[in-house]
Nanobody
Framework: VQLQASGGGLVQAGGSLRLSCSFSGRAFSSLALGWFRQAPEKAREFVAAISRSGDSTYYRDSVKGRFTISRDNAREVVYLQMTSLKPEDSAVYYC?????????????????WGQGTQVTVSS
C-alpha cells in the first residue's frame, strides 16, 4: 500500500484545514483507514478511524467535535476535516490502513507509513 497525505499548512488557532490521503496498491474499499499524528519528541498517536464502509468513525477524545474523518471509496481518498484548531494539534499527520476497525478504542495500524503532512497551528 502506498500512501500520500496532503493538505497541511500553517493556520492560526481557531482555523480549519482539510487533509487528504490517496491510497494505491490494495483494494481501497476493503480497508479500514485512519489518521495518526506525531509532534516533535513525542510518540505517534492515534487521531481518528473510519470503517471500510464509512458508516462508523472513532476519534481520540481531544479531537471529538472538532475533527471529522470521511472517505470516498470511488475516488480512493480519505479525508480529515479539522476545525477549531489548537496549537497542541500541531504535528505531522499520517494516514494509514488499519489492521481492523473498532469503535470503542484506537484501531491498530499496519506498520506502513507514507509521507505525512505538516500541520502547524499558531497561537
Amino acid at each position: 500500500v502506498q500512501l500520500q497525505a496532503s493538505g497541511g499548512g500553517l493556520v492560526q488557532a481557531g482555523g480549519s484545514l482539510r487533509l487528504s490521503c490517496s491510497f494505491s496498491g490494495r483494494a481501497f474499499s476493503s480497508l479500514a483507514l485512519g489518521w495518526f499524528r506525531q509532534a516533535p519528541e513525542k510518540a505517534r498517536e492515534f487521531v481518528a478511524a473510519i470503517s471500510r464502509s464509512g458508516d462508523s468513525t472513532y476519534y481520540r477524545d481531544s479531537v471529538k467535535g472538532r475533527f471529522t474523518i470521511s472517505r470516498d471509496n470511488a475516488r480512493e481518498v480519505v479525508y480529515l476535516q479539522m476545525t477549531s484548531l489548537k496549537p497542541e494539534d500541531s504535528a505531522v499527520y499520517y494516514c494509514t490502513a488499519l489492521r481492523y476497525y473498532r469503535d470503542d478504542a484506537p484501531s491498530p495500524p499496519y506498520d506502513q507509513w507514507g509521507q505525512g503532512t505538516q500541520v502547524t497551528v499558531s497561537s
